[in-house]
């Protein structure tokens, strides 16, 4: 049975972060049945889209515009609208601003509602091996080593187990960071998760930063996991 839309509600939605068979039923009658969609990339979305045949204007909604375009939905929603917000791939709100539209939304008193689905982060954390009982997503670090090891020394006596994004671009440089100021502890690193290509490598900093230096063709997103102390 096809959900009911609700006017002027925002709908947060949950899309694959690689096999689109993780879609969910309600996540695709939500898409199917709002006025419009606001997302990070609308040529990623409407590939999204097109593969499911949902027809569904697209409008942009990203870091970089953001305030601007947060003000235009909470129009829309006051008109009446339905608004269904996306991101790339995943849960809207992790590591990207969903939560400018979520404040302003609640600020004004619309609802808001999700379609819980697909995440990164407690995929990574299952298949890691490391204890899943307490953890702390930190997001992506600073690009600049030396921010970078001033952002991950805030945990370096923390109990939890530690999880990070990062880009294929900088994996080899955060894992020799991470071996500097957390010692070589039990680690993990995961790429490509759902897709054909899943990767999850596992063992003491130490060698995850050899294998990062060895393995030249690092592609996907990645997910790298750390024992707490």
């Not at 695709?28 to 979305?45: F, M, P, S, W």
């Not at 990574?124 to 991950?152: E, Q, W, Y």
Request: proline residues 6%; negative net charge.
């Amino acid at each position: 049975m096809a959900n009911e839309i609700e006017a002027s509600t925002l709908y947060l939605v949950a899309t694959p972060i690689g096999n689109l068979g993780d879609i969910t039923l309600r996540a695709l009658d939500i898409l199917k049945g709002v006025d419009i969609i606001a997302c990070e990339d609308t040529r990623t979305t409407g590939r999204l889209l097109k593969h499911f045949e949902i027809e569904t204007p697209k409008t942009p909604f990203h870091e970089h515009n953001k305030d601007r375009a947060a003000a235009k939905l909470i129009e829309r929603l006051a008109a009446g609208e339905s608004i269904a917000l996306v991101s790339d791939a995943g849960t809207p709100g992790i590591s990207d601003p969903a939560y400018v539209l979520v404040r302003e939304a609640v600020a004004a008193g619309f609802d808001v509602t999700t379609a819980p689905g697909a995440t990164a982060v407690i995929p990574a954390l299952i298949l890691s091996g490391l204890p899943v009982h307490s953890f702390t997503f930190r997001g992506f670090p600073p690009r600049k080593p030396g921010k970078r090891k001033r952002f991950m020394e805030v945990d370096v006596a923390s109990p939890h187990t530690l999880l990070f994004y990062e880009s294929p671009h900088r994996v080899k440089a955060f894992l020799e960071n991470a071996l500097e100021v957390y010692g070589d502890r039990q680690a993990a690193v995961i790429c490509e998760i759902t897709k054909k290509f899943e990767t999850v490598e596992r063992g003491l900093l130490s060698e995850l930063a050899v294998w990062a230096n060895e393995d030249a063709d690092l592609r996907g997103e990645f997910v790298i996991v750390i024992a707490g102390q």
